[in-house]
């Protein structure tokens, strides 16, 4: 009679687990099918319809690859350790179902002293160590906070790929960028199976800038493109990429150096004004007397400027004086603000004659660092540095750190910083040079009182020197 009671209590018992498990698993389709249909709402105040990473963005915070923040900061350049995170959320989530490789043998990743098991990237980072997509910067550090450049991405990213048996579309031939063979040897594969498939694009200018670093909505923009990718039916017939690590080595072993040379040359003929419509200049109180004459003539069509008086790189970065910007409203951004709300594709920039008497090394190092805060911010302009002009040969301003030889070598010293980061460069001074090596004095305003402004006659030798010396590539 027990051993009957027993049993009953052990069938109800099962019974009672069994509706439970049914009951339990119902409220969770229930509260699936809820989710699934709650209507997104956009975690970022930074984030608006009207970016063009938008879609990227927003579709990767959807599908939970990347996470929810009060900001995503589009325009900051994108992290080792959140490049990693972001494809191990992949990974374990829209990827979750595929067939991946597997690492030939067991790797583990070592205890980085920057990535202890506290940090959100700690399994991200482990992740990724052991199955060989990212390795550490040396044995005891993984740099999660190191900015990502152009190559390191698409190295990244192709071995991601291959991890998760992607199919890649070759939608283009390889072809050389103008820099190719400055691609490091490790990232040519990478770089050259993202150029084929469309995954990451060159500018252009036909350069690929592998040493940049690349911003967070970039960044989206190439995860989204891995994503959807997974998505795509493959057509019977296409080509495929190939993603075996060295797959595209040997194409380099055919590219010729193109060298490139910053100093731009004149051309037989003016190029089309119209091409300043997509400019804008910066400059102190010398190119405000351009920026008069080409608002009163039209001289260079739509072209912007970011001008003010003894506007320098020293006190730009201190704040201490900034263009005004819109005009009108007493609204001074940092500069790179600025010319992001411009919209200007190529940036103009003239700097240094308020700098140049504190040392050639100081004003160029601080030029160098305003430029680089403005292609932080706007990645895809083109910079032009134009020379600083002459001043007279007896301006009365001239002194013993600030003289004609001393602007001399600061222009020397510009142009070679030009060169070896693949700016153009204008030598706008030489036009404006007389036997004695001074400003011409019938194009100065201020003869007696500094003799380095302009009159609107040298304003206008300035535009026709700018018309005919446009660089080749960014026509």
């Not at 031939?173 to 990478?190: H, T, V, W």
């Not at 595209?248 to 190029?271: Q, W």
């Not at 411009?342 to 920039?349: C, H, K, N, P, S």
Request: hydrophobic share 40%.
């Amino acid at each position: 009679m027990k051993r009957a009671k027993h049993a009953v209590s052990i069938k109800l018992t099962v019974l009672w687990f069994l509706v439970f498990m049914i009951l339990f698993s119902g409220v969770s389709l229930i509260r699936t099918a809820i989710e699934n249909n709650k209507e997104w709402v956009n975690p970022y105040l930074d984030v608006n319809e009207n970016m063009w990473s938008y879609q990227y963005i927003t579709e990767l915070n959807k599908a939970k690859v990347l996470p929810d923040a009060e900001k995503f900061e589009p325009t900051v350049e994108e992290t080792r350790g959140n490049l990693v995170l972001y494809l191990y959320n992949m990974d374990s989530g829209p990827f979750k179902k595929r067939d991946k490789v597997q690492p030939e043998k067991d790797v583990r990743a070592p205890d980085f002293e920057d990535v202890t098991k506290d940090s959100e990237y700690y399994d991200a980072v482990c992740w990724a160590y052991e199955l060989g997509l990212a390795s550490g910067v040396d044995e005891t550090h993984f740099a999660p906070d190191d900015l990502l450049t152009r190559e390191q991405v698409c190295t990244i990213v192709a071995r991601f790929a291959a991890m998760e048996k992607l199919e890649l579309i070759q939608v283009k031939e390889p072809n050389q960028f103008k820099d190719s063979l400055y691609i490091s040897s490790y990232a040519r594969s990478g770089v050259t199976a993202c150029q084929i498939s469309g995954v990451v694009n060159g500018y252009d200018n036909g350069f690929f800038y592998p040493a940049e670093n690349m911003s967070r909505q970039e960044c989206a923009a190439v995860i989204y493109r891995i994503m959807m990718a997974a998505k795509t039916e493959i057509p019977e017939g296409v080509d495929l990429v190939d993603l075996t690590a060295g797959a595209y080595d040997e194409l380099y072993k055919n590219y010729t150096d193109i060298p490139f040379t910053a100093l731009v040359p004149a051309s037989a003929e003016p190029g089309p004004v119209s091409f300043f419509d997509k400019t804008v200049f910066i400059g102190d109180s010398i190119s405000m007397t351009l920026e008069s004459y080409c608002t009163a003539t039209g001289a260079l069509s739509k072209a912007q400027f970011l001008c003010a008086g003894s506007m320098s790189p020293t006190n730009m970065l201190t704040g201490q004086i900034l263009p005004e910007y819109p005009k009108g409203s007493g609204q001074k951004p940092p500069i790179q603000d600025s010319v992001a709300a411009t919209g200007a594709e190529v940036v103009y920039i003239m700097l240094g004659m308020d700098n140049i008497a504190y040392g050639v090394d100081k004003a160029s190092s601080d030029y160098v660092t305003i430029i680089n805060n403005i292609l932080t911010r706007n990645p895809e302009v083109q910079i032009v540095v134009q020379s600083v002009t002459p001043m007279t040969s007896d301006s009365p301003r001239a002194n013993a750190t600030l003289n004609n030889d001393t602007i001399n070598a600061f222009n020397q010293k510009m142009q070679e910083i030009c060169q070896e980061n693949r700016w153009y460069y204008l030598n706008v001074s030489e036009k404006f040079k007389g036997e004695d090596g001074g400003l011409i004095p019938d194009y100065c305003s201020d003869k007696s009182s500094m003799g380095m402004h302009f009159t609107y006659d040298g304003a206008k030798v300035w535009v026709d020197y700018l018309l005919c010396h446009i660089p080749e590539d960014l026509l």
